[in-house]
């Protein structure tokens, strides 16, 4: 084996130093973050919002009928009511240029929301999640920048989702 390891030079070594490092990355607990694990009562939920089928209520629609929780269309049958209380979406300039036009914009999402059970008891209190982002504007590539400014948006309101469901997980496992 050691003469097979010298034939082989620095090959050899460096497959010992990668196995090594590969241990040390499971020991240190590193795991992907997969799935939301949502509670029993969100079985049969309904979305009670103003704007059912857009921002933050579809992007909590998407991901809840992804966890193989069944969105309701009326709140008779659900076992729990997820209430949109207020979403906003905003630019902000954070800087201007020598010519007086914004150069750098802060893109800003909330949405407050609020979990009851089906008889309307309270499970989570109202609560506010934000994300922002920051995005530097070119005049020069205007639509191109547009078009950037609306895909960060959705993104960030795909964030706002999965930001709710983690503390509706996180609220009702301390309960």
């Known amino acids: 084996m050691k003469r097979r390891c010298?034939?082989?030079g620095g090959r050899c070594a460096g497959l010992l130093l990668l196995a090594g490092l590969l241990m040390l990355l499971s020991?240190?607990?590193f795991r992907l973050r997969g799935d939301v694990v949502l509670p029993p009562v969100l079985q049969d939920t309904y979305i009670d919002s103003k704007a059912p089928y857009t921002g933050v209520s579809r992007a909590l629609r998407v991901q809840l009928e992804r966890s193989d929780v069944n969105v309701l269309?009326?709140?008779d049958q659900a076992s729990a009511v997820l209430k949109i209380v207020s979403?906003?979406?905003e630019n902000r300039v954070l800087s201007v240029g020598s010519r007086g036009k914004a150069t750098e914009y802060e893109l800003y999402?909330?949405?407050v929301f609020s979990l009851s059970d089906a008889s309307g008891k309270?499970?989570?209190a109202p609560q506010t999640v934000r994300v922002t982002r920051d995005m530097v504007f070119d005049q020069n590539q205007l639509?191109?920048?547009l078009s950037e400014a609306d895909s960060i948006h959705a993104e960030m309101i795909d964030s706002l989702a999965r930001q709710?469901?983690?503390r509706i997980q996180a609220g009702l496992r301390t309960q």
Request: aromatic share 0%; charged share 30%; proline share 0%.
């Open 6 to 8: 010298a034939v082989l």
């Open 27 to 29: 020991a240190c607990g």
């Open 73 to 75: 269309e009326t709140r």
């Open 87 to 89: 979403e906003r979406s």
């Open 109 to 111: 999402n909330d949405a």
């Open 122 to 124: 309270e499970l989570i």
């Open 143 to 145: 639509l191109g920048k």
């Open 164 to 166: 709710i469901l983690l």
